[in-house]
């Protein structure tokens, strides 16, 4: 099985801040990775998709690259909303997650 | 507005069972896959199972494998997993997600709001 490592579990960041979460695969998978955003109480809500297709009504500031086993999410200008935990997904497999705090 | 509620969590003792359902609205339910996750507390997303649109094809993780059995039923619109012999590591809040039209990867693109199981004496 596929495991997903992200990295780092966790960061400080301030408004307006970029920020960049990191996903590596156990082995190659092509484009096929999925980027998600946690608020705390709340249902996991989809970013991208395809490493780097942007879900339909998610901000610009979200973006996602990479192929193979390294993957990256980066959130420009970051905003109050954007605290949260931040997942990658492969399949059956989830990374361990990002918690992006306030600073 | 595409609609996933979950339910039927709660308290059951270890060894126990229980059946969650995910009453889906706002799409074509027959034409989508499912799947669902769990989240035990404080701790990351985890993938329970998934179905296909039809329900001929299922799978799990190692996990609970024999224990649990996600099955669909198209007339109610409505998704569910029957959890046997339950454990206490089997405590989660419990979400049903949809995936995404056209993908072979798992991407969940709605979810619901998810209900909790806690396995305990």
């Known amino acids: 099985a596929i495991s997903l490592t992200q990295s780092p579990s966790s960061l400080s960041a301030s408004v307006g801040d970029r920020v960049t979460v990191t996903c590596r695969a156990s082995?190659?998978?092509?484009?096929?990775l999925a980027w998600y955003q946690q608020r705390p109480g709340k249902a996991p809500e989809v970013l991208i998709y395809d490493a780097s297709s942007l879900e339909s009504g998610v901000p610009s500031r979200f973006s996602g690259s990479g192929s193979g086993t390294d993957f990256t999410l980066t959130i420009n200008s970051l905003q109050p909303e954007d605290f949260a935990t931040y997942y990658c997904q492969h399949g059956g497999s989830f990374g361990g997650g990002t918690k992006v705090e306030i600073k | 507005e595409v609609q996933l509620v979950e339910s039927g969590g709660g308290l059951v003792q270890p060894g126990g069972s229980l059946r969650l359902s995910c009453a889906a609205s706002?799409?074509?339910?027959?034409?989508?896959?499912m799947r669902w996750v769990r989240q035990a507390p404080g701790k990351g997303l985890e993938w329970v199972a998934t179905i296909n649109e039809g329900g001929s094809v299922k799978y799990y993780v190692d996990s609970v494998k024999g224990r649990f059995t996600i099955s669909r039923d198209s007339a109610k619109n409505s998704l569910y997993v029957q959890m046997n012999s339950l454990r206490a590591e089997d405590t989660a809040v419990y979400y049903c997600?949809?995936?995404?039209?056209?993908?072979?990867?798992?991407?969940?693109?709605?979810w619901g709001q998810g209900t909790l199981v806690t396995v305990s004496s």
């Open positions: 997600a949809r995936v995404k039209s056209g993908n072979n990867y798992g991407v969940g693109d709605y």
């Open positions: 082995q190659g998978i092509a484009s096929s």
């Open positions: 706002g799409f074509s339910f027959s034409n989508y896959w």
